[in-house]
């Protein structure tokens, strides 16, 4: 059976599941009926400088987005961080600590950008024996107006600065949380690196509005008729997380670099494709607000009976294995060619592939033959762009195989030789080249 216990910056968890900070992690109560369930870690909601609490809405804090047969695909969230008592996190933090020694227990941390609340703030957090940090420096909304979260995230020089002064004033693995309110994602875990961050954890939520109420013109949620941009996450961000997970992963600058994956994990699938782009530890959050704590056994099984079928005897024999399989388009194979293919014995005659190609892509799949409904894709039309494949209802139906010989649409012979855009004879720099030469 696989062993699925991970060592992350040499904090270890009985498996890769951490809980992120949000709030399920808010309390203790909250926390160790997570580890019951059988939650690897947690990364503890985030606390702020001692002092008076910071003061959350008293109405709606979230908004959502659903599929068509009401699940729910992503949330708006408008929350800030802990309301309660730096104090009494504290004491909690402690004691669960105590009574779970083998579970980790990471301590999201937000203050202002000045070096003394960090120092102060740290202190107090190692002496509740938690095993690392998180920098939070991605909250989209309400603490960035204060100075904090995505406004140090969107600065790489105040990443830098402040993850300096953290790995100065703590032995603990100081995590820097990402925030994809930015354009280049490298850049901030570069800066995060070169501030001697030991690890870099993402993506943190993305700035929203994720619905505006048609009768009283509000975005929502809404509160006393007004609402606010907060931040989005559920398992729509899922694409943008593994994009900017592997955008790191394959930077020569943070190659190596430990990723904790956060972003619309659901299933132990989207577990593992994280994993795959190296990642070795994930977080959730919607998925446990949206069905429970338990949802977490499911992942366990599901990614035990994966490895198992695959030889794997733990994550890391199979960590990483997708990011040399990611580049730039400019280098995936031109010479590649694939056509369509209808499993007639599968194919339901809904017709979707025919709707989709004919009224949005190439006229390459039939309707009707020999006066009969009948799907089939004609190959003198077909690009292989496989649209008819992601809106085909039946899983498997519809397969995209290549060919050899000549292609019937473009009457020319498929090369067997990889060749990309760098050196195809259309591409203006080749023209420049070699005029040049």
Same mark, same amino acid.
């Given at each position: 059976?696989? #062993?699925?216990?991970?060592?992350?910056?040499?904090?270890?968890?009985? #498996?890769?599941?951490?809980?992120?900070?949000? /709030?399920?992690?808010?309390?203790? *109560?909250?926390?160790?009926?997570?580890?019951?369930?059988?939650?690897?870690?947690?990364?503890?909601?985030? @606390?702020?400088?001692?002092?008076?609490?910071?003061?959350? %809405?008293?109405?709606?804090? *979230?908004?959502?987005?659903?599929?068509?047969?009401?699940? @729910?695909?992503?949330?708006?969230?408008?929350?800030?961080?802990?309301?309660?008592?730096?104090?009494?996190?504290? $004491?909690?933090?402690?004691? %669960?600590?105590?009574?779970?020694?083998?579970?980790?227990?990471?301590?999201?941390?937000?203050?202002?950008?000045?070096?003394?609340?960090?120092?102060?703030?740290?202190?107090?957090? !190692?002496?509740?024996?938690?095993?690392?940090?998180? @920098?939070?420096?991605?909250?989209?909304?309400?603490?960035?107006?204060?100075?904090?979260?995505?406004?140090?995230?969107?600065?790489?020089?105040?990443?830098?600065?402040?993850?300096?002064?953290?790995?100065?004033?703590?032995?603990?693995?100081?995590?820097?949380?990402?925030?994809?309110?930015?354009?280049?994602?490298?850049?901030?875990? !570069?800066?995060?690196?070169?501030?001697?961050?030991?690890?870099?954890?993402?993506?943190?939520?993305?700035?929203?509005?994720? +619905?505006?109420?048609?009768?009283?013109?509000?975005?929502?949620?809404?509160?006393?008729?007004?609402?606010?941009?907060?931040?989005?996450?559920?398992?729509?961000?899922?694409?943008?997380?593994?994009?900017?997970?592997?955008?790191?992963?394959?930077?020569?600058?943070?190659?190596?670099?430990?990723?904790?994956?956060?972003?619309?994990?659901?299933?132990?699938?989207?577990?593992?494709?994280?994993?795959?782009?190296?990642?070795?530890?994930?977080? %959730?959050?919607?998925?446990?607000?949206?069905?429970?704590?338990?949802?977490?056994?499911?992942?366990?099984?599901? @990614?035990?009976?994966?490895?198992?079928?695959?030889?794997?005897?733990?994550?890391?024999?199979?960590?990483?294995?997708?990011?040399?399989?990611?580049?730039?388009?400019?280098?995936?194979?031109? #010479?590649?060619?694939?056509?369509?293919?209808?499993?007639?014995?599968?194919?339901?005659?809904?017709?979707?592939?025919?709707? +989709?190609?004919?009224?949005?892509?190439?006229?390459?799949?039939?309707?009707?033959?020999?006066?009969? $409904?009948?799907?089939?894709?004609?190959?003198?039309?077909?690009?292989?762009?496989?649209?008819?494949?992601?809106?085909?209802?039946?899983?498997?139906?519809?397969?995209?195989?290549?060919?050899?010989?000549?292609? /019937?649409?473009?009457?020319? /012979?498929?090369? /067997?030789?990889?060749?990309?855009?760098?050196?195809?004879?259309?591409?203006?720099? %080749?023209?420049?080249?070699?005029?040049?030469?």
């Amino acid at each position: 059976m696989a #062993n699925l216990s991970t060592e992350f910056l040499g904090i270890r968890s009985p #498996n890769p599941f951490w809980l992120a900070s949000a /709030p399920p992690t808010d309390k203790q *109560y909250n926390v160790e009926r997570a580890f019951e369930a059988g939650w690897g870690g947690v990364v503890w909601k985030t @606390l702020g400088e001692a002092g008076p609490p910071v003061v959350n %809405v008293n109405g709606p804090r *979230y908004g959502a987005i659903w599929g068509a047969d009401r699940r @729910l695909l992503g949330l708006n969230n408008i929350e800030l961080i802990t309301d309660r008592d730096l104090e009494v996190n504290l $004491r909690e933090i402690k004691e %669960v600590k105590r009574k779970w020694p083998d579970r980790a227990m990471i301590v999201s941390l937000m203050v202002p950008c000045e070096e003394e609340p960090w120092k102060k703030i740290l202190a107090r957090v !190692e002496e509740t024996g938690a095993d690392g940090v998180e @920098l939070n420096f991605g909250c989209p909304h309400g603490m960035s107006e204060r100075g904090m979260g995505s406004a140090v995230g969107q600065v790489p020089e105040y990443i830098e600065m402040v993850a300096r002064w953290c790995k100065q004033h703590t032995r603990m693995p100081v995590i820097v949380k990402l925030t994809p309110n930015i354009t280049d994602i490298r850049k901030p875990a !570069e800066a995060a690196k070169r501030g001697g961050a030991d690890a870099v954890s993402l993506i943190n939520t993305i700035n929203s509005i994720t +619905a505006v109420d048609l009768d009283n013109f509000a975005p929502e949620p809404t509160i006393d008729g007004k609402g606010s941009h907060g931040g989005y996450c559920g398992p729509a961000v899922k694409p943008i997380a593994l994009s900017m997970v592997s955008e790191i992963a394959r930077n020569p600058e943070t190659h190596g670099l430990p990723i904790s994956g956060i972003g619309g994990v659901t299933t132990w699938r989207d577990a593992a494709e994280f994993i795959a782009l190296g990642c070795g530890s994930v977080q %959730v959050c919607t998925a446990a607000m949206t069905y429970g704590f338990k949802i977490v056994q499911e992942m366990i099984a599901g @990614l035990s009976n994966y490895m198992d079928e695959k030889g794997y005897e733990s994550i890391e024999d199979f960590r990483g294995k997708a990011v040399p399989n990611v580049t730039d388009w400019q280098y995936l194979n031109l #010479n590649y060619v694939t056509k369509a293919r209808i499993d007639q014995d599968l194919c339901i005659k809904c017709g979707r592939c025919h709707i +989709a190609c004919e009224d949005t892509s190439h006229q390459a799949i039939t309707n009707m033959v020999d006066g009969a $409904r009948h799907f089939e894709v004609i190959d003198e039309e077909c690009v292989g762009c496989n649209m008819c494949v992601n809106v085909c209802p039946v899983e498997g139906c519809i397969s995209m195989e290549p060919i050899a010989g000549v292609d /019937p649409r473009t009457k020319k /012979p498929v090369d /067997p030789d990889y060749a990309n855009w760098t050196t195809h004879p259309n591409n203006p720099a %080749v023209w420049a080249k070699e005029a040049a030469e």
